[in-house]
């Protein structure tokens, strides 16, 4: 279960460009984006999959939902939470080996290459489906959100990680010549856009949870990146990016409207926040 978050003077806080993105993001599309993209890095997910059981689909949920409730507490908690929830992650990571199938050797799963890629993936992923389901940011703003996420990067122990998008886009060029679609990527890519649910697990989900798993993974991979959607052996579809784009937009118009006791208790109080900081800077203004 996860534990309440504060929303309140954490990392980031209500006038930055992280809490307008992650208040108003579809998360499950972004977090499958994320591990889609992480995926192409053979000893990155050669670590996942060599940890953690992705054939069990219960398995492969609870990571899933453990990533977000990481995510929502380094970005709504106070600062000891996000302190306390990284620290756990590390100690885990820490103690996690990966074989290279490729060249026999073992690798630690907290290589810094390992967390950089996975930190860059996760910032790309949820910056891209923000601007696709049509959260306002200016080129600035988008700058502001990749520079205050070098805060998350220090949780996790990633150092040297890139801080405006120009040097994402040139971190990415980078990191091409070392990415593969290995037998383990392409096992990810399958589950994460058609995910199987044992009995159990589809008995315990909500329908309407349910019915999202399918088509946040297909959203999800409409949203990577040309030559990511190439090396997994799919030619660029426009009208597949369109569709992509027009439902995410509407996936984000639905939150927006849901009422205030159907939206998570972090996000609620955080727009509430946020609201409260916008009216005392417009009555500042208007004095």
């Not at 993936?121 to 389901?133: G, M």
């Not at 995410?248 to 998570?264: C, G």
């Amino acid at each position: 279960m996860k534990a309440m978050v504060t929303p309140g003077g954490g990392l980031f806080g209500p006038q930055s460009i992280t809490w307008r993105v992650h208040t108003e993001t579809p998360a499950r599309p972004a977090a499958l984006r994320a591990f889609q993209l992480q995926a192409l890095h053979p000893r990155t997910i050669r670590g996942i999959a060599q940890n953690c059981l992705l054939d069990d689909p219960e398995v492969a949920r609870a990571r899933l939902r453990r990533q977000l409730d990481f995510v929502a507490v380094r970005t709504f908690g106070t600062s000891e939470q996000a302190e306390q929830a990284g620290e756990r992650i590390r100690r885990v990571h820490a103690r996690l080996i990966g074989l290279d199938t490729d060249t026999g050797t073992l690798f630690r799963v907290d290589e810094e290459e390992n967390l950089r890629w996975a930190h860059c993936a996760e910032v790309s992923s949820h910056l891209e489906v923000a601007l696709r389901s049509g959260v306002p940011l200016t080129p600035a703003d988008r700058d502001a959100y990749v520079a205050e996420q070098r805060r998350s990067a220090r949780l996790l122990g990633a150092g040297d990680v890139p801080g405006d998008t120009a040097e994402l886009a040139d971190y990415f060029d980078g990191m091409r010549p070392c990415l593969a679609v290995t037998g383990e990527a392409r096992d990810a890519l399958r589950r994460s856009v058609s995910p199987q649910l044992s009995f159990r697990l589809a008995f315990m989900t909500p329908p309407l949870e349910l019915g999202s798993l399918p088509a946040a993974g297909a959203l999800a991979f409409a949203t990577l990146p040309a030559w990511a959607r190439q090396m997994y052996g799919c030619r660029g579809n426009r009208a597949a990016e369109y569709a992509a784009d027009t439902a995410l937009k509407a996936l984000r118009a639905a939150a927006m409207a849901l009422p205030a006791k159907l939206v998570a208790p972090e996000i609620r109080a955080a727009r509430g926040l946020m609201r409260a900081v916008t009216e005392v800077s417009g009555a500042d203004v208007a004095a």
